[in-house]
């Protein structure tokens, strides 16, 4: 066995831990540069926590114009406040655009350059400087991961900095800073955390060599990553409808917080797949929320894979609540995607990527496009040649899929 685990110095989850962050950034550093976006600063409670680090330590500047998928401006506009007051440590308050963004300044705060000198896997020469990063969404679970996902305007789909050096030195996770979330974007996360949870736990397992936990941050799929994937699947699948239905039901919100992080745990290590890879070109064409894409893909996915996964398939259905017991893992594989179906459903998520204005035609043009992301696409348990990844976003384009569909029952 050859694994690794990785995380910040320090992860706080529980309600009311957010009290911690004054205390806990004035020891990373007396200069403090807050990301986050307009939204989330109008929010009551994190303008207090705002007020909380003014009073602990000698300078505070707030970048709060944080926009949706990172485009690089904005990373040139925060790296220019961070320079402006000197940073020494970063607070990012928000979703996964603001912590992805407040990933990328610190890296190029410390080493200098620009994010294009990043792309990839392991890029980053070493630490950067202090970030601690406190989630207001249950979904990406970027406070834990070596990952930050940008926008290039010269590339025609997301680009990644992967990289051990860009975990969150401390992730606050305060399951009461996401009770305002709306519907939607609770939506969208919750599914998007739901998507790690399953990407992870059926990612393709890969032998390593003594240096790849070193040169690479995904390595596939270990009994280490099953058991955070199956833990957060578990959690999601209880209280992701209860969420988007209630943002008051506060057990749900715990729920999706203690979730979204364990599933962030998982795909740290075992990584994304298919449903993100090809999420990158059809996002960067349709301008719709991520969560939205990898929630509508992953069945596809998921189905095209099928005779290799089959049986982590029946065990996610008896994780996810199903009465499975009696039936073979064919069954209860079909089962779970009808009981995903359901689910993608009730919470908003479009059935086809013809709802969210694909073109046809376009198609093998993003599955080669897809093909291309190896961090990602390596890990899917499936076919990943052009051919085969045109023909999952054909089935995700008409809506048909070759499978019995039983009628799910729900514990």
């Known amino acids: 066995m050859l694994e690794t685990v990785r995380g910040p110095r320090q992860l706080i989850v529980g309600e009311g831990v957010a009290q911690n962050i004054p205390r806990v950034v004035a020891e990373c550093g007396s200069r403090v540069l807050v990301v986050t976006d307009q939204v989330v600063l109008r929010q009551p409670g994190v303008a207090e926590i705002v007020a909380a680090v003014r009073e602990k330590v000698e300078v505070v500047e707030v970048f709060s114009d944080a926009t949706a998928d990172v485009p690089l401006a904005d990373v040139a506009l925060a790296v220019s406040v961070a320079a402006e007051v000197d940073a020494t440590v970063i607070l990012a308050i928000g979703g996964g655009t603001v912590i992805d963004l407040a990933k990328i300044v610190g890296v190029v705060r410390r080493h200098g350059g620009t994010p294009r000198d990043f792309y990839g896997e392991s890029k980053v020469p070493g630490p950067t400087i202090p970030l601690v990063a406190v989630p207001t969404t249950a979904g990406t679970g970027s406070e834990l991961t070596p990952v930050s996902v940008l926008t290039d305007p010269d590339r025609e789909l997301k ?14 996770v305060d399951p009461e800073l996401t009770y305002t979330c709306p519907a939607a ?15 992870s736990y059926t990612a393709r397992p890969r032998a390593h060599g003594p240096r790849d936990p070193v040169e690479q941050v995904f390595l596939g799929r270990n009994p280490i990553t099953d058991h955070y994937a199956l833990l957060a699947a578990q959690r999601i699948a209880r209280s992701l409808r209860r969420a988007v239905r209630d943002g008051g039901d506060t057990d749900a919100r715990a729920d999706m917080s203690y979730g979204s992080m364990l599933a962030g745990l998982a795909f740290s290590h075992a990584g994304n797949a298919a449903p993100h890879a090809l999420q990158y070109p059809i996002g960067a064409a349709t301008h719709t929320p991520h969560g939205l894409g990898v929630g509508l893909l992953l069945p596809y996915a ?19 609540g199903l009465d499975v017991a009696d039936a073979s893992d064919a069954e209860a594989a079909d089962t779970f995607l009808t009981w995903l179906d359901g689910l993608l459903a009730e919470i908003g998520i479009p059935p086809t990527l013809a709802d969210i204005g694909v073109a046809r035609a376009d198609l093998p043009r993003f599955a080669e496009m897809a093909s291309g992301v190896t961090r990602l696409i390596q890990n899917h348990p499936g076919p990943t040649d052009a051919a085969s990844l045109t023909a999952i976003l054909e089935a995700a384009w008409t809506g048909e899929r070759t499978r019995h569909v039983p009628t799910p029952s729900r514990s």
């Open 185 to 199: 974007v609770t939506a969208h996360s919750g599914i998007d955390a739901f998507c790690h949870a399953v990407e």
């Open 302 to 320: 998921l189905d095209a894979a099928r005779e290799t996964i089959g049986d982590r398939l029946a065990i996610l259905a008896g994780v996810c």
């Open 159 to 172: 680009v990644g900095v992967s990289s051990v050096h860009i975990v969150p030195d401390f992730a606050i």
